[in-house]
């Protein structure tokens, strides 16, 4: 199928063409290792897996790398604050950092690099920038001279003279103009630091991803995400920078994800609204958040609220009830052929992750898929039965809304249900009036159903009949 991704250097959904056939030079920008992740920082980097796994599902080749900014204005002043060395600081959130992408489900990138890893590399870009004419030097600190670059501003649509008229603080009195950027800083006293041609120090936020970039994948990629607000200033200076350094153009094509937004304001350690993917977890498990972070298409904005949760949970419990059950699913031996639905559902899958990753509508196939297949699941024919396993095993490697150990999903959904209000539940009894219910309805005995529903509300336990004939429970407070 053709794959068509919104590109936002254009404005617009362009046919995908990698520089090589077949395959694909990918890179995302990874977390700044100074704290804990939170649950807006996922999203970002579930996007990025989503990419990874969508590029591989529809047969590319992916060269994947996804970095760890480990020398930051961020982590030097919080392992300050805690007399920490920072490298050392950062080299222990890089563990807690790999720790939560692992409980999201995200696959190995290809390469990890981090920025004190790179050094030499970010050096020598420094220096092809300076030999091109677009770097100058002022007391032993790198400066990028902005109006140098003729298309400055074309990825973000921000014009050079609005910047400047734009200015609200003091204008650097080092620099040549307002808008030019740090490429390398001398060295201060409680901050690490590197020899370079130009004294002690370390180098600007910007040159780090241009480097690292360059180093795994070459001069050009294929394309480069982010979330929306690193499309300025920090992807346009990577632009700049790799451009005066490379001569060549730098990325064919930029994927920016909205924000997630909790309570109607950008999730943010700075607003302090942030709730740490540890903490989500450990009460809702990855699996949880991961569906929830990719329910909506990456370009719209997610606002997070328990209406979202509630749904993420039952969404959830009804994929990986759905996927446990078909373990005990028998083929018909009086039947043959695949049923019509059951065959398509791969293709519709594909057709809409070709549509721009569209995550969210391949996900809502596959709930028809499985509301299809438990109303059939009698009538499967052996080849049927095949394709039910290989569409979930799809669904699995393209978004990872199936977790590998859909076992230990339920148990800790299990959990949440006794723990939820704070009140004994006995889980088990719960789910035996379920399904009391469930066969008083299938015999119509609609008396013993509402007594049944009673019962369940009297001990603060609301159910939902869902579409897919499963009933989903949780307590109220």
């Not at 590109?7 to 077949?22: D, Q, V, W, Y």
């Not at 290809?110 to 970010?122: G, L, N």
């Not at 290989?390 to 199936?402: H, L, P, R, Y």
């Not at 309805?441 to 579409?467: F, G, M, Q, S």
Request: glycine letters at 6%; aromatic letters at 8%; a negative charge.
């Amino acid at each position: 199928m053709t794959l068509k991704v919104f590109n936002n250097l254009t404005r617009s959904k362009e046919t995908f063409t990698p520089i090589e056939a077949g395959k694909v030079k990918f890179y995302s920008c990874g977390p700044t290792t100074y704290d804990f992740l939170h649950i807006g920082n996922a999203r970002a980097l579930v996007v990025g897996d989503l990419f990874h796994r969508i590029f591989k599902s529809l047969g590319y080749n992916v060269n994947f790398v996804r970095n760890y900014t480990d020398v930051d204005d961020k982590i030097i002043e919080r392992a300050n604050s805690l007399g920490r060395d920072a490298i050392e600081h950062a080299a222990i959130f890089v563990e807690e950092c790999k720790t939560d992408m692992d409980s999201l489900g995200m696959l190995p990138a290809t390469h990890t690099p981090k920025v004190s890893e790179t050094m030499p590399e970010i050096i020598k870009m420094i220096e092809d920038i300076i030999a091109n004419g677009y770097g100058y030097i002022v007391d032993g600190e790198v400066l990028y001279n902005v109006p140098m670059f003729k298309t400055y501003g074309n990825l973000s649509k921000k014009d050079l003279d609005g910047l400047v008229a734009g200015q609200r603080v003091e204008v650097d009195q080092k620099k040549k103009h307002p808008s030019d950027f740090v490429l390398w800083k001398p060295a201060k006293a409680g901050e690490p630091s590197w020899e370079s041609p130009w004294g002690k120090g370390r180098p600007g936020w910007h040159i780090e991803c241009s480097a690292m970039a360059k180093k795994f994948l070459g001069k050009t990629l294929d394309l480069h995400h982010g979330g929306v607000d690193l499309m300025f200033p920090h992807h346009e200076n990577e632009i700049a920078q790799s451009e005066a350094a490379n001569g060549c153009t730098f990325c064919n094509n930029w994927a920016h994800n909205e924000f997630l937004n909790f309570g109607s304001e950008k999730m943010s350690k700075s607003l302090g609204n942030v709730v740490r993917i540890r903490d989500f977890n450990e009460k809702y498990g990855g699996q949880v958040l991961r569906h929830i972070l990719i329910s909506v298409h990456y370009r719209a904005r997610l606002e997070w609220s328990e209406e979202v949760l509630n749904r993420g949970v039952d969404e959830v419990r009804r994929i990986h009830d759905f996927v446990l059950e078909t373990n005990s699913y028998k083929a018909n031996a009086s039947l043959s052929g695949i049923d019509p639905i059951i065959a398509g559902t791969i293709s519709a899958m594909k057709e809409e992750l070709s549509n721009d990753f569209n995550a969210a509508g391949a996900a809502g196939h596959f709930f028809v898929f499985i509301r299809h297949v438990k109303s059939i699941k009698d009538q499967l024919s052996a080849e049927s039965l095949k394709l039910v396993h290989e569409v979930i095993s799809f669904a699995n490697a393209s978004t990872g809304i199936v977790s590998s150990s859909p076992e230990d999903v339920l148990a800790h959904l299990k959990k949440l249900d006794k723990d939820t209000s704070g009140v004994d539940v006995d889980a088990k009894e719960i789910e035996s009036l379920i399904e009391e219910r469930k066969t008083a309805k299938t015999t119509k005995n609609w008396a013993r159903a509402d007594e049944i529903r009673d019962i369940l509300k009297a001990k603060k336990i609301e159910i939902k009949d869902n579409p897919d004939g499963t009933v989903s429970w949780k307590v109220n407070s």
